[in-house]
């Protein structure tokens, strides 16, 4: 029996392996044009014989984005940082070079500075990258004899990314693929999807969920580059807009409409195959007929897709979602959480002992465990356990697939060209791997960094092993610093932000359900979808965490409950028709539900009061009234481990 459990916990795995590595829309050009841009940097620094050349290519995985105007901005934005950090470093190098003490003690505060920083304020994208490039810069002018040796190697450091900039550059406006097009298609899928459910296509259901779980952020992303463009009308793109404002209402309008079995007429899933035909060739949405739609599902949806061609639908007459409000460069805890300065002081602790640990043992090859430190280190410890997992998993695959080019292909190539054909097939497969999904991309990223650094190694072709085995043990040691760090050294559970995220998304219901029947009520629930999305990733990490730091299971499995209740009210109060008496009831339910959610504070002694029985014999509202039920089960359990941690720490 245990060996049957065994075997089908296996085959679990495979295939959850496997539905990450599946083809997707764009996949494989993303691919392929990462495999391009590698192979031509790789022919530019082979040529000028420029140092670091399997960095050079590694970086293209940074700057490579889906989008053309993506990879373009974030190649312009790149070397800009780089410029600005070469030139702090090379302004600090006079008078740090002949100073070891000072030179370590500046890579300590520099350090803990811009990573406060990226805990702290809106450089979180990059504040630990610019962290780990004066750190490293620094380290590296320390190996510097005489002053003339530092200049040349800073120089070679900004041709470093230079090169791969410049090509990704050159690459992506000729062959990238154009953001408006990428949000066209985006939403045509989901249209299409939708209007074969409404068809009644079981498979359809399954491409629905996919939809909903991606979410609309890369599209309002990609809309956003093609105004920067300045290549379309802004009346298309305002359009564009109000479609990925409502997208994901309609998806799950639909999915529960099927659900449920409610009937839809051929009209409507004609309309949305003909919006989905308008989208590809960039032509405004066609007028639906009003009296060609009949059915209850026709009606949850009749709304938003008024909505799209007219901005002062019916469905717009409340008024419009209000954005939070922006709370400047720093975040509004940045100087009252202890967790800020805790995070910079955990990661530069665990760089600076990879970095005294190499200098000591005089091991200069294992430098890369510096880096780790800075890649790996996450706001929670989930998260840093996660990403080293990750790492690990994808070095050991690159590194064994390098292991064997070198000793099986590489002394039977001839030319350039071979070593060309080696890093593009190598590039191509880990950037299938980065370009899929979250779970699994950082894993590509780092296939590509171990099969770079075995497979160039120089102006020539390089056989030695020693390269490879030390940058193994560097990643393995950075990796081991940093998890007995942060999981020993104030370590951070993910269910506290958990616990943030599920009071959020009940509080955004609430104010959802108050406004289903106008356009902020659906903008919101597109909002939701957004945060349950957040809020089970985080629930997936808590079972990643250390026992010690992981909450009860009880917890955990009510947690998750709620989540589904969550979701499964999105889409029902969406469909629920105006009813007053029915419509209070709901109000004052969830309601109740937010104003017992404490943000922090004691809850000893409050009570969660009962949810009424639905009354009307309505299935719907039967329905909601259980998912409701659900969450204030959830709500009990909080207040009691809240009750415990507050005991816990008073004592």
Known sequence: MVQLASEVGRRGAVHGLLDLLRPAPGRLAFALRIALICVLTTLVVEVYQTPEAALSAYLVFFLAKPDRMGSILQSIVLMVMTTVLIGIVFLLAGGLLDAPLLRVSCMAVLSFCLLFLASASKLKPVGATMALVLVYALDVLGKAQIGELATRGLLYAWLMVAIPAAVTIVVSLLLGAAPHRMAADAMARRLDAAASALRGDANAMAVLATCLAEGTSSIRGWIKLAGLEKMHAPELLAEWSRIADTVSALLLRVQQGCRRGEGSSRECADYLQLSAQALRSGQPLPLRDPLAWQSQQDAGIAPIVDYWVDPDAPLADGGHLVAPAAHGFFVPDAWTNPVHVQYALKTTAAAMCCYFLY????????????????????????????????????????????????????????????????????????????????????????????????????DTPGFGLVAIRDRVVG?????????????????????????????????????????????????????????????????????????????????????????????????????????????????????????????????????????????????????????????????????????????????
Not at 494 to 507: F, G
Not at 532 to 560: K, N, T
Not at 577 to 601: C, I, N, S, W, Y
């Open 359 to 458: 200098t000591i043992l005089v091991w200069p090859g294992i430098h890369t465990c510096l880096i780790t430190c800075f890649i790996v280190a996450q706001a929670t410890a989930a998260e840093t356990i996660e990403k080293l997992q990750l790492r690990i998993a994808g070095c050991l695959v690159g590194a064994l697939a390098g292991i064997a080019v070198v000793l099986l292909v590489l002394p039977d190539l001839e030319s350039i060209f071979g070593l060309l054909a080696l890093v593009g097939t190598g590039a191509g497969l880990a950037a299938w791997v980065a370009g899929g999904s979250p779970r699994i991309a950082y894993a590509g990223l780092q296939i590509a960094f171990a099969f770079f650094m075995c497979v160039i190694q120089g």
């Open 475 to 651: 990643i393995m040691l950075g990796n081991l610093v940093a998890h007995l760090i942060f999981t020993q050294i104030w370590p951070v559970s993910v269910a506290a932000r958990l616990d943030s995220r599920l009071r959020n998304l009940v509080d955004t219901l609430r104010q959802g359900f108050a406004e289903r029947h106008r356009l902020a009520g659906v903008q919101r629930l597109d909002l939701i979808i957004a945060m349950l999305i957040e809020a089970e990733r985080d629930l997936e990490r808590v079972l990643a965490e250390p026992v010690h730091l992981r909450p009860p299971q009880a917890w955990i499995d009510r947690s998750h409950s709620m989540l589904l209740s969550l979701r499964e009210l999105s889409g029902l109060l969406l469909a629920l028709p105006a009813r007053a008496q029915q419509d209070a009831k709901m109000q004052e339910a969830l309601d109740r539900l937010v104003f017992h959610m404490p943000a922090g504070t004691s809850t000893a002694g409050q009570t969660m009061p009962a949810t009424p029985q639905a009354s009307t014999g309505d299935a719907l509202e039967d329905q909601i009234h259980a998912s409701l039920r659900h969450l204030e089960q959830w709500m009990t359990l909080h207040f009691t481990r809240k009750q415990e941690t507050d005991h816990r720490a008073h004592r």
